[in-house]
């Protein structure tokens, strides 16, 4: 069984950084895709950046272009959203997913974590 767990959320101030750690576990296809999205309260959850299980062909967010980074420890079986600069706007609860098709559209990404909370204060 595919498991997802998402940890590394915090509080920080405007121009802060943190990590997120996405840990994998279970049967996981090669060709999988792995997610970062996020949510804030009373919108919709977003895309915020992709990587292929076997590594590379990131894509992004226009609006954390620059500012974040998506990486993969495939030893470890673990995921990571490096998160720089934040900014108030990026408070959300930030999901990690793995999913079937090459997108940014959520409705491939079959296997969700529970969520972690970044908070960012102005």
């Known amino acids: 069984q595919v498991q997802v767990t998402e940890s590394g959320g915090g509080s920080v101030q405007d121009g802060g950084s943190l990590r997120l750690t996405c840990q994998l576990s279970?049967?996981?296809?090669?060709?999988?895709?792995l997610g970062w999205f996020r949510q804030a309260p009373g919108k919709e959850r977003q895309f915020v950046a992709l990587?292929?299980?076997?590594?590379?062909?990131?894509i992004y967010a226009d609006s954390v272009k620059g500012r974040f980074t998506i990486s993969r420890e495939g030893l470890r079986n673990t995921m990571y959203l490096q998160m720089n600069s934040l900014k108030p706007e990026d408070t959300a609860t930030y999901y990690c997913?793995?999913?079937?098709?090459?997108?940014?559209?959520?409705?491939?990404?079959?296997?969700w974590g529970q969520g972690t909370q970044v908070t960012v204060a102005s």
């Open positions: 997913a793995i999913g079937s098709q090459y997108t940014t559209n959520i409705s491939p990404y079959n296997h």
């Open positions: 279970g049967r996981i296809l090669s060709s999988s895709i």
């Open positions: 990587t292929r299980y076997r590594g590379g062909s990131d």
